[in-house]
DNA sequence: CTGAAAGCGCTAACAC
DNA sequence: GTGTTAGCGCTTTCAG
């Protein structure tokens, strides 16, 4: 049951291959009628043009590759349903990989989407990576490539990011304004630009609103997970630093220390206030239901896309526009652990 | 800056580009010389085939196609995850789609995968499918084609699916074994194949425990969100069933049961056991955590590639195993939302 | 052991 | 307006 060809078209209708082809892509020099019949044997016949055969002259795949460290995770999965519709939508489609944090799975990814000469690239870095050689070489190749969420300024290319350091600003700000005076930070290593960068909106915030910035209520764990929330809760509980509010670099570390807080007979957001990052699922389903920082990653998904394709367009066309660094703005969700503004 | 090809490579080398080809590949008639010639060439040159070119000639494209309901959902999440870490070890990468639940548009993904020419496709039913011609077409046309979670029977395909039924008589025969006498079901409507299972499953239990079967006892929702469980929970606390057990069809539908239930003064599990279905993670940070059936998305996604792997391969060598239908096992995970086993 | 030739299906420059 | 030709890069007979 062989495919149906332009050959094939093009036999039946006793024309040329070059004709049957031009005049399914209404070229102007072929008459009305034969574009007609041609157009109308291919529906019959549901043609389909080969892409191989296409992708091999055009030297195009429309096909891009996408790397994300997770995909069991609530912010990349928006991500990536937020790229595979804005991809859909230009004809593209999405081939994704995950790098499980690991730099040598990263590296290998890479090559299996060079490999398969996809159009372009959107990567969020792993942690793990402190070599950026392997993007900036298939940067240097001329494959567009954009980063988002998890990048290095090493990087010349076009972004796309939160709007870290705003958004942990506003979320601090959010505790000060409803009546926190000892706010809390809870984080996880000092590596990646994010927790840098909401760290230092943490303290920006504290700075604009005449708060000392105070060490000892920062706290770090060694993950970012609801267990590192729950345990590090106790060390705020017995801290002398009279923590009336916190601050945590994701939900999980919240809602871990919002539960350890509770068990030790604090009342949230009485005793204490707290708000996390993130807006997860998980958030609104919290006793009682956690204010947080949404982070929208649907729409960062849709803005890399939109950014790659740009980049695949000039490309094309041998163009060469400035990289660009889209920052997605986020907003402060306020529900029920913290106080209500006045 | 011209990709390497093998013409270059046998222009360099001064032999032709049917021996490069050849040598790359191993075959016997080529001298080990000239073999190695070539290989350490393509290796200094960092020589990669031209996909596009082999697929043309080898009519494939190492790439599988999958369809999802959804992406942003844990289960579905885990099985995307396992599918391209399976397809990886092949040397086969993965496109993935989303359906949105909506007919219309799973038609449209399929044709979009198949005017890629993917080697094969795994795909979810959305919930609103109910009539399949658009996936019997193309496995009449000899693509491969696997099934996995929401199925229809009345495919002729291999299938990946979780063993609903068993996992449900497991559910409830669970909260019997722990004490419960009057077992409640929380559903959505009886529209899937995994509703009618696991309600099935639900009233099997009940049946081989000598407890009968009590309509009122079933309690159906328009949705399965967390509010849906919380609205209905109110039925439930006041029902004159003496209720002390709920299964419900998903944690989701658990969560807001069990919020719900403690609002009004229940205390769960001492007046009222809850299990839900899924292990998703937000079951781990409920009070009390959720016990709940774990539904093991990521080796159902494995499982599912391996089938459609085999079919592939079969494919190529014409020949035609019968199709076959895996059945994941689930495991009851128990928690403190359900009494401890005496 | 090696190479010439054909062809996968499509596109585009160029000729008629 | 239409057809011829060439070629994208690779694989695989088949002839030498």
């Not at 031009?22 to 529906?43: G, M, R």
């Not at 519709?85 to 489609?93: H, K, R, S, T």
């Not at 796309?160 to 000892?182: E, H, N, P, Q, S």
Request: aromatic fraction near 8%; charge should be neutral; include cysteine.
């Amino acid at each position: 049951m062989p495919n149906i060809t332009l050959k094939k078209i093009a036999e039946i209708l006793g024309i040329s291959v070059a004709t049957a082809s031009k005049a399914l892509k209404d070229y102007a020099d072929i008459s009305d009628e034969t574009k007609q019949k041609v157009k109308s044997l291919a529906e019959e016949l549901d043609y389909k043009p080969n892409s191989f055969a296409q992708s091999l002259r055009n030297r195009e795949s429309k096909i891009i590759g996408l790397i994300a460290p997770q995909i069991v995770h609530h912010f990349f999965a928006n991500i990536i349903k937020g790229v595979i519709d804005a991809a859909e939508e230009q004809g593209y489609l999405v081939i994704t990989l995950q790098s499980g944090e690991s730099y040598e799975t990263e590296k290998k990814q890479l090559q299996l989407l060079l490999d398969k000469n996809v159009d372009g690239i959107l990567i969020s870095l792993s942690d793990k990576t402190i070599n950026y050689d392997h993007v900036a070489d298939i940067i240097k190749k001329g494959v567009p490539v954009v980063l988002y969420d998890k990048i290095s300024k090493l990087l010349d290319c076009s972004k796309v990011i939160i709007d870290d350091r705003k958004a942990a600003y506003d979320a601090t700000k959010f505790l000060i304004d409803t009546g926190c005076k000892r706010v809390a930070h809870i984080r996880g290593p000092l590596k990646p630009q994010t927790t840098i960068d909401r760290f230092l909106g943490y303290k920006s915030a504290l700075k604009d609103n005449n708060i000392e910035y105070n060490e000892s209520l920062v706290f770090e764990t060694k993950d970012l997970t609801y267990d590192d929330g729950y345990g590090i809760a106790e060390g705020i509980f017995k801290s002398d630093e009279d923590i009336d509010g916190i601050f945590a670099f994701t939900d999980l570390l919240a809602t871990g220390a919002m539960v350890r807080l509770t068990e030790l007979g604090m009342k949230v957001p009485d005793d204490i206030s707290i708000i996390g990052f993130s807006n997860w699922f998980l958030t609104k389903i919290t006793s009682p239901p956690l204010s947080t920082v949404d982070q929208p990653g649907y729409e960062m998904g849709v803005k890399a896309f939109k950014l790659l394709y740009r980049e695949i367009q000039e490309k094309k066309k041998d163009v060469n526009s400035p990289k660009e660094i889209i920052k997605i703005p986020t907003k402060v969700i306020p529900r029920n652990s913290t106080r209500p503004m006045l």
